[in-house]
């Protein structure tokens, strides 16, 4: 069950991956069986791809970054700064939905169904975007999706009724679709090979730490301003004007550009194409890729289930269950924040030489432990709870990054990952709605005699569902660690799958399999 794409290792990477050929989907009974015979050998990474490491390269997870040169860190910290500003822009909702409830004359389950078509819709732009980033480069679409971002953050801090709300943030989840795809490829188009499983973490944390700034932001400025909620969204709008203008300083992706350069051929005869029309390349990416794809989408349907179940009512949680003030409110979840982008810099790192897979499996598990303290604890306590809880689901997302890069064609990258992500973000859009219209079923007394509802019970249960789901298709799923981002070294092979374990292959003639 593999799909295509041959890849030469290359000589900056010393990782003996598993598998040798990538080719299109094959269902036959023996192939299926050998598939699944190797999900369990496969977790672990070989003697051969560990030996490469020292102990100090293994333990520190910034070691292999002085690899990075200024142009390698200005792409990363560019795409860093774009991924972790979607966060402050989305949390800024989730944060204030009481209070944009109230000033809206409606209710918190209702504002929640404004966080869901937000992520509903991203999948459209994850589309648009990521086919325009693939096609014209990640410089033009980065610069075009930030200035719409700018646009509707403004216009969300207009809004004077529901349906207003409710249409601005429908245009914002389009625009907030295509950041995820180019801001990644950005990120780790040019990267020396041996860093980007430590920049996968690192990376996908600025998620995590959006949301911190998110808190820190909202305490400081919602709460102190005569505008109230409307204020976060006005100020939000700021700061990607800046990193619009450090995008037009700097060039396209060299990594992009040899694609651009080695595809010439292949553009000359979709150049009749208009700007919305897909050429036969990336037609036949979704014919050959479709497996991938599907198992990609499955997986980020889990990942976001985790993230979104987990963080999106959490406030709400603290604040109307537990009647925590803002000041305590904030610190929980910056503390929460804080176990995020330590899970996910660590698990990103450890992914190089521990396994992909096996470290998303490890950081769920860690999580699911976690789930009582983070629910159900009521001291201070609370706060190692939440800390580790995000430390497990951040830490298996720190490995996405670099995982569905790994598993996608290289010349679309930007389309299969940002697509991947979004249309999961569209499967598990309702996270919100679901745990808020089920909370609602369950109402509680609090401490002080008010009326609430048992988001605990809820929440609890309802992550508990998820990360088993993740588990098993986490186990299932493939691996291709060490594939190269270069067009030039994919081409098509056969059509009988063979697998081999990791240890037996041949280092000096390997080929990288993306199932």
């Given at each position: ?36 015979a ?37 792409f ?33 389950t ?70 995820y ?51 976060i ?39 009749h ?6 050429s ?9 890729y ?22 999106d ?142 988001y ?13 789901f ?10 291709n ?35």
């Amino acid at each position: 069950m593999t799909v295509p794409s041959v890849t030469s290792v290359r000589p900056d990477l010393p990782i003996v991956p598993q598998g040798n050929a990538a080719r299109p989907p094959s269902f036959t009974s023996r192939s299926i069986k050998k598939y699944l015979a190797t999900r369990f050998s496969t977790l672990f990474v070989s003697k051969n791809e560990r030996s490469a490491y020292t102990w100090s390269e293994m333990l520190n997870p910034f070691a292999e970054l002085k690899l990075m040169s200024g142009q390698n860190w200005g792409f990363f910290l560019m795409g860093f700064a774009a991924w972790t500003w979607d966060a402050v822009d989305f949390f800024a909702v989730t944060l204030n939905a009481t209070a944009i409830a109230r000033t809206l004359n409606t209710s918190v389950t209702e504002i929640t169904w404004g966080i869901t078509l937000v992520l509903m819709l991203r999948s459209v732009g994850a589309l648009v975007f990521g086919y325009w980033g693939d096609r014209y480069g990640r410089k033009w679409p980065y610069i075009a999706n930030l200035s719409l971002l700018v646009v509707l953050q403004i216009g969300t801090g207009f809004v004077h009724t529901y349906s207003q709300f409710l249409g601005v943030r429908a245009l914002f989840g389009i625009a907030m679709g295509g950041i995820y795809g180019f801001s990644l490829a950005t990120a780790l188009d040019d990267a020396p090979a041996r860093c980007r499983g430590a920049l996968s973490g690192i990376f996908q944390e600025g998620y995590a730490f959006g949301y911190l700034l998110a808190v820190v932001f909202n305490r400081a400025i919602t709460n102190n301003s005569p505008y109230g909620w409307r204020s976060i969204f006005w100020f939000s709008a700021g700061p990607p004007v800046l990193f619009i203008i450090w995008r037009l300083c700097l060039p396209e992706t060299e990594n992009h550009l040899r694609q651009r350069a080695e595809a010439d051929k292949k553009r000359e005869l979709s150049a009749h194409l208009k700007w919305y029309q897909l050429s036969e390349d990336t037609k036949n990416v979704f014919r050959t890729y479709w497996l991938t794809m599907i198992y990609c989408v499955l997986l980020m349907a889990g990942f976001n289930f985790m993230s979104h179940g987990s963080q999106d009512l959490y406030p709400t949680l603290l604040t109307q269950q537990l009647e925590y003030g803002h000041d305590r409110s904030t610190v929980t979840n910056s503390v929460a924040n804080l176990g995020a982008i330590l899970g996910g810099t660590v698990c990103g790192h450890a992914s190089t030489f521990v396994g992909r897979r096996l470290t998303i499996m490890l950081a769920v598990l860690l999580g699911a432990a976690m789930i009582y303290p983070w629910a159900y604890l009521r001291s201070s306590a609370i706060n190692a709870g939440v800390f580790f809880m995000q430390a497990g689901v951040q830490g298996a997302w720190g490995v996405a990054p670099i995982y569905l890069s790994e598993l996608s064609p290289p010349a679309n990258r930007a389309l299969v990952v940002g697509l991947a992500y979004q249309l999961g973000n569209l499967i598990s859009s309702a996270s919100s709605t679901i745990e808020s219209t089920i909370g609602e079923r369950f109402p509680i007394v609090t401490a002080s005699g008010e009326q609430a509802y048992d988001y605990s019970k809820v929440m609890s249960i309802f992550i508990a569902c998820v990360f088993g789901f993740v588990l098993i298709v986490t186990f299932l799923g493939p691996e291709n660690r060490g594939a190269g981002f270069d067009i030039g070294q994919v081409e098509d092979v056969g059509e009988e799958i063979t697998h081999e374990e990791p240890n037996k292959v041949d280092t000096k003639n390997i080929a990288i399999v993306s199932v």
